[in-house]
């Protein structure tokens, strides 16, 4: 079988590139602590060592966006892996059911209403991001979503003001599980 180049496993333990500076649980149950994250490409957990816990999630399509909205997006939105962006936060979600028992009509409706895509834009170039998508993956994930951001110390205020901008959303609002951490190399 051949790696799927989208799946990312995040390796909370011991070892890895990002120590964790803190954690928050915002709504639901927490992971356990851990001292640094390892971010595995390919899904290759082999090369993991003693792990707390292994989270993995899949890059997708963009979803709920219109064609102009995505082009407003790729003209500014930064790489991951930038030198100077030497911070990053981990946002692990999981939404109610009601949420999916919506239609994506419905869904894409709200993220409208809650100018998701407005917001984020505002704090681009600064903040660099990659959603990966846990919920339709063989293995039961314990969330749907998993959110990396990275940037760099001098766009701290920039992420925080972003964050909090989204938890105030309509879209928030079906969100029963969330999961912070802030991180850095």
């Not at 219109?66 to 939404?95: F, H, N, Q, W, Y």
């Not at 999916?100 to 894409?108: F, K, S, V």
């Amino acid at each position: 079988m051949r790696p799927n180049p989208r799946l990312f496993s995040f390796v909370g333990g011991d070892f890895g590139d990002w120590h964790v500076t803190g954690d928050a649980v915002i709504l639901g149950d927490p992971l356990p602590t851990v001292p640094r994250l390892s971010i595995e490409s390919n899904g290759d957990v082999g090369s993991v060592r003693k792990s707390v816990w292994t989270l993995q999630g899949v890059t997708s399509n963009t979803r709920y966006v219109t064609s102009d909205e995505k082009s407003d997006l790729a003209k500014v939105e930064p790489a991951i892996g930038r030198s100077e962006a030497t911070l990053a936060a981990m946002i692990t979600l999981r939404k109610n059911d009601a949420w999916w028992t919506l239609t994506q009509e419905q869904r894409r409706d709200i993220f409208h209403r809650s100018s998701h895509h407005d917001i984020g834009l505002k704090a681009l170039p600064a903040i660099a991001r990659r959603l990966h998508h846990c919920r339709d993956l063989v293995t039961a994930e314990p969330f749907d979503f998993i959110t990396w951001f990275e940037f760099a110390p001098e766009h701290l205020s920039v992420f925080d003001d972003l964050l909090g901008s989204l938890r105030e959303t309509e879209e928030w609002q079906y969100i029963d599980r969330e999961y912070e951490l802030r991180l850095e190399r």
